[in-house]
């Protein structure tokens, strides 16, 4: 099992998560919700990978690997991803991703490309 990547500095997230990817503030506690991508925000999601790691191997999963990154989050057209920010601790509090469906790609069968389109659960959320 690998180790698990440092945390990112504060200061790196913070210059990633800019006014355009800012979705809107919570009703409530003062939080933001950002949309990125692992193309727009590169460091935020090496986060959200690190995070998913330590939240899965404490409920006795997780991928062994330092980060949980998988082909979804960094293909073409990748997964967007609904990041929950507390501008006061500077921490990511919570995410989910997803994908609209005019997004959704095909492979050479026909098949949709989706980390919902097989048969395991999908634990990428947190």
């Given at each position: 099992?690998?180790?698990i990547?440092?945390p990112?500095?504060?200061?790196?997230?913070?210059?990633?998560?800019?006014?355009?990817?800012?979705?809107?503030?919570?009703?409530?506690?003062?939080?933001?919700?950002?949309?990125?991508?692992?193309?727009?925000?590169?460091?935020?999601?090496?986060?959200?990978?690190?995070?998913?790691?330590?939240?899965?191997?404490?409920?006795?999963?997780?991928?062994?690997?330092?980060?949980?990154i998988d082909?979804?989050?960094?293909?073409e057209?990748?997964?967007?991803?609904?990041v929950?920010?507390?501008?006061?601790?500077?921490e990511?509090?919570?995410?989910?991703?997803?994908?609209?469906?005019?997004?959704?790609?095909?492979?050479?069968?026909?098949?949709?490309l989706?980390?919902?389109?097989?048969?395991?659960?999908?634990?990428?959320?947190?």
């Amino acid at each position: 099992m690998e180790e698990i990547i440092a945390p990112i500095s504060k200061e790196i997230l913070k210059a990633e998560l800019t006014e355009d990817k800012r979705l809107r503030f919570t009703n409530k506690s003062h939080n933001e919700i950002y949309v990125i991508t692992y193309r727009d925000s590169p460091n935020v999601m090496k986060e959200i990978g690190r995070l998913r790691e330590i939240a899965f191997r404490a409920a006795g999963g997780g991928t062994g690997k330092s980060m949980d990154i998988d082909e979804y989050d960094i293909m073409e057209n990748p997964y967007k991803q609904l990041v929950v920010w507390n501008p006061e601790a500077e921490e990511i509090l919570g995410g989910y991703r997803y994908l609209l469906g005019d997004e959704v790609q095909f492979d050479e069968h026909g098949k949709p490309l989706l980390a919902t389109a097989t048969c395991l659960i999908s634990r990428r959320s947190f």
